[in-house]
C-alpha cells in the first residue's frame, strides 16, 4: 500500500533526492573492518549501512546439523534496534527470519562448500542504518565478507533493488520509494558466472518492465562486483607489499 508522499518523480525525471532513474546512490566498501572475525566487511549505499561478519568453516555445537560432503552455510540477518528512526525490538523478527533464507540461498551456490564436509560457515549480517535495500546491500557485504575470510568461491556476488516510482523504473530505491513505489525487484547474481542467485517481486510490473528492470539491476550489479573486486584487491595488493 502507498505511503503518503507526493510525486517523487520531477518534470525533469530526477528523484526525490536528485538521482536520475538509472544512477545509483553513492557506494562505499570496506573489507577486513573486524579484528575478531575470519573475514569482514562493511557495505553503504547512501545510508544504507549493513556490516558482515564470517566465522568459519568450523565444527558447530550441534552436530546433527553437519553434512557428510559440505559445508552448512548459516546466515543470521539482523536489523540493529538504532538502525530505524522507531527503535526496533531486539528478538528477531518473521522478516528477519525470511531474509536470512533469502540471503543464505542468494550465495550457497557460489560457495565451493565442498571442500569443507561436515563443517559450518556462519555469516552474520547486522544492518547498522537501514534506508531501503538492506538485503541487497546484504547479500554484497556477506560476499566481500566470504571472500575476506579466504573460503573459496566460484564468483562474487552483489545485490540491487529496481522499484517503479510514479510509473518510472528506478536503480536502487531508497525507503522513501520503496514505500511510496508500485513495485520493488531485489536482484542479486554472479556476473562472472552469468548466474542470477537472488530474484523477487513486490508489485506488478508488465513483461516488458520487468525484462527493462532486470536489464538495469544486471548492469549495477556488474558495476558493484567490480567494486568489489578493487576493494579486495587493494586490500591483499597492500599486505603482499608489507
Do not use: C
Not at 531486539?90 to 528477519?96: D, K, V
Amino acid at each position: 500500500m502507498k505511503a503518503a508522499h507526493g510525486r517523487l518523480i520531477s518534470e525533469e525525471g530526477l528523484r526525490h533526492d536528485g538521482r536520475r532513474p538509472d544512477e545509483h546512490r553513492p557506494v562505499k566498501m570496506e573489507v577486513g573492518v573486524l579484528s575478531n572475525a575470519d573475514g569482514s566487511a562493511m557495505v553503504e549505499f547512501g545510508r544504507t549501512k549493513v556490516l558482515a561478519a564470517v566465522y568459519g568453516p568450523r565444527e558447530p555445537p550441534q552436530r546433527f546439523m553437519l553434512l557428510p560432503d559440505r559445508a552448512i552455510l548459516r546466515v543470521r540477518y539482523h536489523m540493529a534496534p538504532f538502525s530505524t528512526s522507531d527503535r526496533k525490538s531486539p528478538a528477531p523478527s518473521r522478516r528477519e527470519v525470511e531474509l536470512s533464507k533469502v540471503i543464505r540461498e542468494a550465495l550457497e551456490p557460489v560457495v565451493i562448500s565442498e571442500l569443507y564436509p561436515r563443517t559450518a560457515i556462519d555469516v552474520f549480517v547486522e544492518v547498522l542504518q537501514a534506508d531501503g535495500g538492506t538485503r541487497t546491500a546484504g547479500v554484497t557485504a556477506a560476499s566481500l565478507a566470504l571472500a575476506d575470510a579466504g573460503i573459496p568461491m566460484r564468483a562474487l556476488v552483489a545485490g540491487v533493488a529496481v522499484g517503479k516510482v510514479d510509473g518510472v523504473l528506478v536503480l536502487d530505491v531508497d525507503e522513501v520509494e520503496d514505500s511510496a513505489g508500485e513495485a520493488d525487484l531485489p536482484v542479486a547474481g554472479a556476473p562472472d558466472l552469468g548466474l542470477i542467485t537472488l530474484l523477487q517481486l513486490n508489485g506488478v510490473l508488465s513483461e516488458e518492465e520487468f525484462e527493462q528492470a532486470l536489464d538495469m539491476a544486471w548492469r549495477a550489479i556488474e558495476d558493484l562486483v567490480r567494486q568489489e573486486k578493487e576493494v579486495l584487491r587493494r586490500k591483499y595488493q597492500g599486505v603482499s607489499r608489507a
